[in-house]
């Protein structure tokens, strides 16, 4: 497994079309996160999933924004009737989380520990 | 409402300084700290995961401390190379579902 990969890189859209982006992560990996980075800005937090549960929505979520995980495996962030201010670089995230491994098997010592992606940089015109 | 800030904003240094980086976060009930580098238009790479329990971690040239009572963290570069030029950034996790980032520490070392 070479890591946490995205996909497109980039996307160009016009104003009020719909974009949806997609998000492969660590294959062990329980916890699935989203982010949205600005230029000089630090990301900022999504949501995020266990497994296939989504836990967590940040009210920067509006309602043209859905995130899923059907299977607990990829997931994908759709952004519907798309504006100028979503524009952005779009970052998924991959993390172990819990005392324990999978199985039960021993302490891991990254567990919790965040691996990104490479992001997708959407613009909108 | 929990922050973190790093300051300063940008550092420029020569190659071959010693150097630290600041993050201050404003609620010491912290889950982990993690500190990440970033190259322009990439994404984030790990570099040190702090759990609560711990005061330190050390990879390499690197070394990251944490002091939750005062609610700051420090990720210090030995002897620093051209390659380290990044933007370095802090993530708290306040608990199980909050994460928060700083706006990041701009780093040049000149050659």
């Known amino acids: 497994d070479t890591g946490v990969s995205q996909d497109p890189r980039h996307k160009i859209t016009k104003r009020g079309q719909n974009v949806t982006f997609r998000c492969d992560p660590i294959s062990e990996h329980n916890r699935l996160y989203w982010y949205r980075q600005t230029l000089g800005q630090g990301p900022e937090f999504l949501t995020y999933?266990?497994?296939?549960?989504?836990?967590?929505k940040s009210r920067l979520l509006s309602d043209r924004f859905s995130a899923e995980r059907p299977k607990g495996s990829f997931s994908t962030l759709e952004i519907q009737r798309t504006e100028q201010g979503d524009s952005a670089m779009y970052l998924c995230a991959s993390s172990l989380e819990g005392l324990r491994g999978l199985a039960g098997g021993p302490i891991k010592s990254s567990y919790n520990e965040q691996f990104f992606g490479p992001g997708t940089r959407l613009t909108v015109l | 409402k929990q922050e973190v800030t790093q300051i300063p904003a940008a550092l420029s240094v020569p190659e071959g300084e010693n150097l630290v980086l600041n993050c201050s976060f404003t609620?010491?009930?912290?889950?982990?700290l993690q500190w990440f580098r970033q190259d322009p238009g990439k994404g984030l790479t790990s570099l040190l995961l702090?759990?609560?329990?711990?005061r330190e971690q050390t990879s390499g040239r690197l070394n990251a401390s944490l002091d939750k009572s005062s609610g700051r963290s420090t990720l210090y570069i030995a002897a620093s190379q051209p390659g380290d030029s990044a933007t370095y950034l802090c993530a708290v996790r306040f608990s199980r579902n909050q994460f928060y980032f700083g706006t990041g520490t701009s780093l040049t070392v000149i050659p």
């Open positions: 702090i759990q609560s329990s711990q």
């Open positions: 999933f266990q497994n296939e549960a989504q836990l967590e």
């Open positions: 609620d010491s009930a912290i889950y982990n």
